[in-house]
């Protein structure tokens, strides 16, 4: 067995001497880590679309699919906190891929594929995978420049997946199970979305959303430029911008959205695999318009994309001390370090549902962006929706941020730095408060605690003068730029792209930009489409991340310059934001159809997988204990009275450990209904209302117990229902089985 000392030792070879040094990094790390995808041409339905459909004024080719990515429940890290503590037990709602394929009907051979995934970061590795193999099923058509991996940024999603060092740490390293379920789940959406490819219009719009998103940083907003601010009436972008996918008659077959607002909905002490606000959104929409169809399983797809995500929070009521007998309990926290009592762990965002529980506060922050794209759909606002035509294109290099020198807008020469993370990277934010004396604002020189700075230097190689200079003001805490041990800590070369659509340029953005760098970037792409003639006035600019290589946050400079979490998790330095402006807007003439060529690109970074370390165990073996077989039920449902709405029915069974079968576009347990003497299902593992919990009850005899529940939502018919559970069990020796239990019926009233 593996401790988190023996963990951290391994993964960075100290010496066994500097044990407490290690283990007060591994708690030092614990917290703060991260807050860390022509063939249609020739298949004969579709021979005819290359030259304009007569009768049809479709002028694209739309494909929508969506796929289960859902990774082991049990026994894994979560992704999003990087808190050793938050190691799943179980699920609430599996996590899934969603694409959308927009091909120029004219030149179908124009594509691009946008993929919204239910998790906290795109990553170079899943992407490498994804691309792969799609451009292997489908040569000619998709490819590493028109595929856009982007995630919904939430939290509460299995974690283990990234490729590089820094951000498996609290995973046990590299979990290659939930990477294999992010791509193969990936690849399935995108299949299915290439396989119903039809002629179809689009339109976009925006709409406006007051109460899903604040500022966790205001401290550090205030210091860009007052002119600035004044452009805006809000410190957070309030709009929804909608791009609706029609069939040719106009009836509607999905959408994408983006918005941005942090995927921290449920909090850190959740342990049940979910999909935060994002995918809870998508969940409502999608039963919304196919309310029979089970999760997953519906032809229309909603998109929730994140957007410029960095200072955004879900817990809209503010930050407020949680700190019981101190006289600061119940007050709000110190506005420029977020602080209570001086200390950062009892300062706790709110959301809207606080005063019952955080999974309140997601399904109200979930749909009030539902609110946001119904308006737009089928609304108030549906006026507001306009005809997108044009060509498709897209553009990607890659962009090693290491030292890369280029030109401010007033002709001075600026330059990127190797990575690192600041001091208050560790003091977290108020979505996830971090540990010890870290705060957020540190932009010291001198060090708060002299031991830090001791320490640090037994985690990552201290930083020479070169680096510390060029990441001024960010005291250094990880240089995880100059970490090539055992692997890169952090990735040096990341993904520019950008994907256009008529006139809807999306920005694929390798990381977490703030309100105001975003708005920074999408206004300079802008001018520089419309003063190109690439797009005219209408031009319309937005921004999609974290995307394709999780880069961290990126800030303005002067936000940089306060060192907050988000600036302090600026990893290339002061001038982040600026080379990616100066990079992005040099690329535009590539979204024009009479483009040629391809721009110069930065070689790939090295695939770390190869290298990766896992100290996570595999499944030993599942038992039953002696008198009773798996599946079988040990607490089961009420049978001498009828249940209500509201209530929540539970049974527990003898289990097995579901990491054995992760049946992915399946369900662990469901909730059938007796019609005509059959059993009918009507709940799966992943719709909102049930859970499926999981507890190991004997490690060296493999026994374990599931309990499976089922909160009755209002509406549910009466009659005559009982419980299902759906599992795989391992034997020491041979092969794993699949079982099912089912608890007696029981009647809802
Ligand atoms: C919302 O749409 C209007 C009208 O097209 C446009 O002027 C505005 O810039 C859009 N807002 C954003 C944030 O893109
Ligand atoms: C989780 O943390 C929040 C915020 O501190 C707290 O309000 C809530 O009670 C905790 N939930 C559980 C189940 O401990
Ligand atoms: C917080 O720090 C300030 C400044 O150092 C000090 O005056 C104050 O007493 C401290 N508060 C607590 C509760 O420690
Ligand atoms: C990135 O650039 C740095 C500095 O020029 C160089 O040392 C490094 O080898 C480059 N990395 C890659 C992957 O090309
Ligand atoms: C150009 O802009 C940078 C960043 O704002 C500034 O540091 C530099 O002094 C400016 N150079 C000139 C010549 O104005
Ligand atoms: C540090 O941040 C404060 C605001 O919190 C700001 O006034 C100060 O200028 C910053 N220091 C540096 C060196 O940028
Ligand atoms: C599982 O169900 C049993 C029997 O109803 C109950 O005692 C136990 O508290 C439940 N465990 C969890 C984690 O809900």
Not at 217 to 234: G, T, V, W
Not at 307 to 333: I, R, Y
Not at 356 to 379: K, P
């Amino acid at each position: 067995m593996y401790t988190p000392l023996i963990q951290l030792e391994q993964l960075t070879a100290l010496p066994q001497s500097l044990g407490d040094v290690v283990l007060a990094a591994s708690n030092m790390l614990r917290r703060p880590l991260l807050c860390l995808t022509a063939y249609l041409a020739t298949s004969s339905s579709f021979l005819g679309w290359n030259s304009p459909v007569a009768g049809v004024e479709a002028q694209y080719l739309l494909g929508l699919g969506i796929g289960d990515i859902t990774g082991p429940v049990v026994e894994t890290n979560m992704m999003g906190y990087a808190s050793l503590a938050q190691t799943d037990t179980g699920l609430h709602m599996r996590q899934r891929s969603r694409a959308w394929i927009v091909a120029d009907a004219a030149n179908p051979s124009r594509r691009v594929v946008f993929i919204n995934a239910d998790i906290a970061m795109g990553d170079t590795g899943i992407r490498r995978s994804i691309v792969s193999q799609l451009s292997s099923q489908f040569p000619g058509l998709y490819n590493n420049d028109n595929i856009a991996l982007v995630s919904t940024h939430q939290h509460s999603g299995v974690g283990g997946y990234l490729e590089n060092l820094l951000p498996q740490l609290t995973a046990l390293g590299y979990v290659k199970q939930t990477a294999d379920a992010i791509v193969a789940g990936t690849v399935l959406a995108v299949q299915r979305a290439h396989n119903n490819l039809a002629p179809g219009k689009l339109s976009l719009g925006n709409t406006t959303i007051l109460n899903a998103n604040i500022n966790r940083s205001p401290s550090a907003y205030l210091a860009n430029p007052a002119a600035e601010r004044a452009k805006y009436q809000f410190d957070q972008d309030k709009e929804l911008s909608l791009l609706r996918f029609d069939d040719s008659v106009g009836n509607a077959r999905g959408f994408l959205s983006f918005f941005p607002v942090h995927g921290t909905s449920l909090y850190e002490n959740n342990t049940l695999v979910s999909g935060d606000n994002k995918g809870m959104a998508a969940y409502l929409y999608e039963a919304l318009v196919e309310p029979s169809a089970l999760p997953g399983a519906t032809s229309f797809v909603a998109g929730f994309t994140q957007s410029n995500v960095g200072d955004t929070s879900p817990n809209t009521e503010g930050a407020f001390c949680e700190s019981p007998g101190q006289p600061w309990d119940g007050l709000p926290c110190e506005f420029e370090h977020s602080t209570c009592g001086n200390k950062t762990q009892d300062c706790h965002g709110r959301g809207p549902g606080f005063r019952t529980s955080d999974f309140a506060s997601n399904t109200i922050i979930a749909q009030r962006q539902v609110d946001g794209a119904r308006a737009l759909m089928e609304g108030a606002d549906k006026g507001r929706m306009s005809a997108v035509s044009g060509p498709v294109g897209w553009v990607h290099v890659y962009l090693n941020m290491s030292f890369h020198s280029f030109q401010l807008p007033n002709g001075t020469t600026a330059q990127t730095c190797p990575p690192a993370l600041g001091f208050s990277f560790a003091g977290g934010t108020t979505d996830g408060p971090g540990a010890f004396d870290f705060v957020q604002g540190d932009n010291s020189s001198t060090p708060q605690n002299p031991f830090w700075e001791i320490v640090k230097g037994a985690v990552t190689p201290f930083p020479n003068k070169q680096q510390v200079d060029c990441q001024a003001p960010k005291p250094i805490l990880l240089n995880t730029g100059y970490a090539h041990t055992p692997y890169e800590w952090s990735p040096t070369t990341v993904d520019i792209q950008m994907l256009r659509v008529g006139n809807l340029v999306m920005l694929i953005i390798p990381g977490e930009m703030t309100t105001m760098a975003g708005r920074r970037i999408r206004d300079a792409v802008r001018t520089k489409l419309i003063s190109e003639g690439i797009i005219g006035q209408d031009a319309y600019v937005v921004i999609a991340g974290p995307a394709n290589t999780y880069g961290h946050y990126i800030t303005t400079p002067e936000e940089y310059a306060v060192q907050r979490y988000e600036g302090a998790s600026t990893l290339f330095g002061p001038h982040t934001l600026d080379a990616y402006i100066e990079k992005y807007t040099s690329l535009v003439s590539f979204l024009s159809p009479s483009a040629s060529g391809s721009p110069p690109s930065d070689p790939p970074s090295a695939d770390q997988t190869k290298k990766a370390i896992s100290l996570q165990t595999g499944v030993i073996l599942d038992n039953a204990p002696i008198g009773q077989k798996f599946g079988q039920v040990i607490a089961d449902v009420v049978t001498n009275a009828p249940y209500h709405v509201g209530d929540t029915v539970v049974a527990q069974f003898v289990g097995a450990n579901p990491r054995n079968n992760l049946r992915l576009e399946g369900t662990f347990l469901t909730v059938d209904q007796q019609v005509n003497g059959q059993w009918s299902t009507v709940r799966s593992d992943s719709h909102p209302s049930t859970k499926f919990e999981w507890l190991r009850t004997n490690t060296v005899l493999g026994y374990s117990t599931v309990n499976i529940s089922w909160t009755i939502e209002s509406g549910t018919p009466s009659g005559t229902y009982r419980l299902g559970y759906f599992g795989d069990s391992k034997p020491l020796i041979g092969v794993i089985k699949p079982f099912t239990g089912f608890s007696s019926s029981f009647t809802i009233a």
